[in-house]
């Protein structure tokens, strides 16, 4: 009988000796998590600290840290990353965690007005960039505000049926065949009739 109970009495030690040895390990994890934090939270000021001292790329560098490390993006983190995205030219950047933040605080957050402000602006910043992108880009020069010669014989073989005056649809119960809207019966269009055509403006015939 005493053996019996020796063998309850160790089991029930073990399980508790056991329980007692996960709560020590949870505690210990949430302790790791909650240092982590911290130190990512001392990041973030310290990026907000360089932000106000000007110091926009070392900010930057601060921020991404924080954001490649962290689980669940602080609302914070989004306005202040965001803010300093405009310092930076980053206008399209800026424009998604400033609304990011608006998005998570509503109008009564800490930095709610300041982020309407600062999304402005990166607005205004996108425009501008997109504009300029526009400026900078050679205008695009389409043949089809042309008026193409045709050569000597003032015929071109119509493109549409490439010659054949038959347009061939593939259909569910097999091939369709169509007579050619736009050429006359060898496949030809005049010069004036393909012009029209390749700026969209000749009518089929039928
Ligand atoms: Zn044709």
Redesign the pocket.
């Known amino acids: 009988m005493s053996k019996v109970l020796l063998t309850l009495w160790m089991t029930v030690a073990f399980l508790s000796f056991a329980r007692a040895q996960e709560e020590a390990r949870q505690q210990y994890l949430r302790e790791q998590a909650m240092l982590k934090r911290m130190m990512l939270e001392r990041e973030l000021d310290s990026g907000v600290y360089y932000m106000d001292q000007g110091e926009h790329k070392k900010a930057d560098a601060k921020f991404r840290y924080v954001l490649a490390n962290i689980q669940g993006v602080p609302s914070d983190l989004a306005f202040h990353f965001g803010k300093n995205s405009y310092f930076l030219g980053q206008y399209a950047q800026s424009v998604d965690w400033l609304n990011k933040y608006i998005q998570l605080k509503g109008t009564t957050g800490q930095y709610s007005t300041e982020a309407v402000q600062w999304l402005k602006k990166a607005e205004e910043g996108v425009l501008r960039a997109r504009a300029e992108e526009a400026k900078d880009r050679p205008q695009r020069v389409m043949s089809s505000e042309y008026d193409i010669d045709c050569g000597p014989t003032g015929k071109v073989i119509?493109p549409?049926?490439?010659?054949?005056?038959v347009?061939i649809k593939k259909g569910a119960f097999g091939d369709q065949y169509q007579t050619?809207?736009?050429?006359n019966e060898h496949?030809i269009?005049t010069c004036e009739e393909y012009n029209q055509l390749i700026r969209g403006a000749l009518k089929p015939k039928f």
């Open positions: 119509c549409v049926c490439y010659g054949d005056h347009i050619c809207p736009y050429c496949g269009l």
